[in-house]
């Protein structure tokens, strides 16, 4: 198979800087999700893998060989689109047998490799439908199994589940690890779904603006965010993000979040943060799973906030707080109830606090 190298890799459109001296390491048979808004350069990255687009600056390297001057047909790599690019003329047995076709591979070899395709991508009964018969779902099997037939060793995927319905997206995330483990091939996955990338990829490379802002498992990025940029993109909801002043020094802080009342600094990591701040300015962050609901007078620290908003949805409820103009959510059980207005207590979790530059939005005492 293929392991992946971009080395400083830079493309501009004029004046345009799509992707920013980006530095990756995707290793043989590795599942990495490109994550980010849309305009963020994943998409132009992954085009430039492909052969479809050519770099300004910096090195493409498969194995160790330079792929620069190696045309696109030529990178054995399986692409499939966005808006699937199949023969809407043809039938799924035809779309299915092309590329192999293409590459003169023997008429009964191309039989067995379609039937068994056809099989994995539960399409066997369709096998003979003109492919403008089909569902949506059932055309991005077909762009899946036309691509994967040919056994690429590098496996590019551009969003491919974004036009299915959520129930059948939710299947193809399944049927795409399996996919994966069974083939054995590098792929790259381009998606703005968080929930995509999390669920599916070895690693996530979380981009914005054409720059990599982390890159680490999903895990790492969402336990311990780099920045506020990717605290603020990973999760559903997704992380508390409340500016505040850091006060005291010598070990002994406190955090003033304005109405919503002074905390002090206890637990031991969170102080470790705070000695790695540089002015007073900071943000707090945690993720609305790990903070707690209190009554206003619970001892431990915390943030004194009103309820504005109770919103269930399904297997847990979202309260919605609000301290002035600072505001924050809280993830609780499907049966939690509390009335609009009531005043609580948001208690900072013991080990999942973190902190961030106020000033350059980067995380403080990041380990």
Known sequence: MASITLASLTKRFGDLTAVATLDLEIRDKEFVALLGPSGCGKTTTMNMIAGIETPSEGQILFDGRDM???PANRRKVGFVFQNYAIFTHLSVRENLAFGLKVRGVPRAEVAQRVAAMAQLMRLEDRIDWPTAKLSVNELQKVAIGRSAITEPEIFLLDEPLSN???AFRAFMRTELKHLQHQFQQTMVYVTHDQIEAMSLADRIAVMDLGVLQQYGSPIE????????FVANFMGSPSMNLVPCRLTGGDG???????EGGSAAVEDGALKRRCDAARDAGVIFGARPEDLEIEPTGHTGPGIEATVTFVEPIGPRTIV????GERRMKIAEGKQYGIELGARVKAVLPPGKCHLFDAETGEALGRA
């Open 164 to 166: 299915l319905d959520a």
């Open 221 to 228: 990025v969402y336990n311990e965010p780099r920045n506020v």
């Open 252 to 258: 002994s802080y406190a955090l003033d979040f304005g």
């Open 68 to 70: 620069r001057t190696v």
């Open 320 to 323: 919605h707080l609000a301290a």
